[in-house]
């Protein structure tokens, strides 16, 4: 009988010291963060599921059709290229590169952007040239230095060759009796890429999960909105919806040392008013979409936070609010959806 009780008192104590264990592990909500949610939900919103288009209607078909086009090498000139090598979607929609290789070995000038949750943004391109990805899935295809294909009509020729791409336009535009289009291929990509949403820990937190955020990932958070880095990177993409001059309070060159001075969305408009200015980038996943800026001249995050922070807000950032910044951005990486 003894036996059985002290047996008992161990059983207890031991039960009461996991039960402790788990009260101390799990991170109790506080309520101070109440007010942060709110504004965050505020600025940034809530992240669809896809990203839906009233001119593109997203069907299954038309999906499985523009994923299999955007693994596509027969767009390229000489068979060698796809949408994925320079927006691989196993590396976050990037290629990690400064800027990328096209079908005959020569680099482009600007770094490639990721294409997951693009079709959030307003336009497409570092300059904005293209409004949706639509129209930004045809150009790579045309342009010399990328995949260099001839004419579109060139594309058409190959692809209505393939039986299986004939039975993938026909069932992702029945109503058509030619579906086999340049434009009918675009918005087959497009629609692919619109299912391409990568929700994260922060969209759980933005729905009122309060300990969905580390409390340095909070603090981070609250900095990146105090310091104003949301003048630039709000909305459901956390940016891509405005243009901004890269330099506000500086040459940017002289900070990122790039090779080349590129003077933006001026080369699109011939605007002097636009000179330096380009598409402010989506944060979501940014911390696997390195390196940064237009021309992937700076390959470390926590320094890209740093020049952001002098020539675009004329502050200069200690080490500790860098490094919370830092990590409020690294709860931006996100689920890549089953599509891919």
Not at 24 to 53: C, M, R
């Amino acid at each position: 009988m003894k036996k059985l009780l002290v047996l008992a008192l161990i059983s207890l104590t031991v039960l009461s010291c996991n039960n402790n264990k788990k009260q101390k592990e799990k991170q109790p909500i506080n309520s101070d963060y109440t007010a942060l949610q709110k504004t965050a939900s505020s600025i940034f919103g809530t992240l669809p599921t896809v990203a839906e288009n009233t001119e593109n209607i997203l069907s299954d078909e038309k999906v499985q059709l523009g994923k299999k086009l955007f693994f596509e090498n027969k767009l390229s000139k000489d068979n060698t290229q796809s949408c994925n090598t320079c927006h691989n979607l196993a590396t976050y929609g990037v290629d990690n590169l400064s800027t990328s290789p096209g079908n005959d070995g020569n680099f482009g000038t600007r770094n490639s952007p990721t294409v997951l949750n693009a079709a959030l943004h307003t336009s497409q391109f570092w300059d904005g040239r293209e409004p949706d990805v639509e129209a930004q899935a045809g150009g790579p295809m045309m342009n010399p230095i990328e995949m260099a294909m001839p004419s579109e009509k060139v594309v058409i020729e190959r692809l209505s060759k393939i039986d299986e791409y004939k039975n993938l336009f026909a069932a992702a535009f029945p109503d058509q009796t030619q579906p086999i289009t340049f434009t009918n291929m675009r918005k087959a990509i497009g629609a692919f890429e619109r299912t391409l949403i990568t929700p994260s820990k922060f969209d759980e937190f933005i729905a009122g999960d309060l300990n969905a955020l580390s409390t340095l990932e909070k603090e981070g958070l609250q900095l990146f909105i105090d310091k104003g880095c949301i003048a630039c990177h709000s909305g459901k993409a956390l940016g891509g919806n405005i243009y901004q001059k890269f330099g506000v309070y500086d040459d940017y060159w002289k900070y990122t040392k790039s090779d080349e001075i590129d003077e933006g969305r001026f080369q699109v408009t011939n605007n002097e008013a636009d000179k330096y200015f380009f598409k402010s980038a989506s944060l979501r996943n940014v911390e696997k979409t390195y390196p940064y800026f237009h021309d992937g001249s700076v390959k470390d995050l926590n320094e890209a936070v740093k020049i952001m922070g002098k020539i675009q807000l004329n502050k200069d950032l200690n080490d500790a609010e860098i490094t919370a910044i830092v990590s409020f951005l690294n709860s931006l990486t996100g689920e890549t959806p089953e599509t891919i």
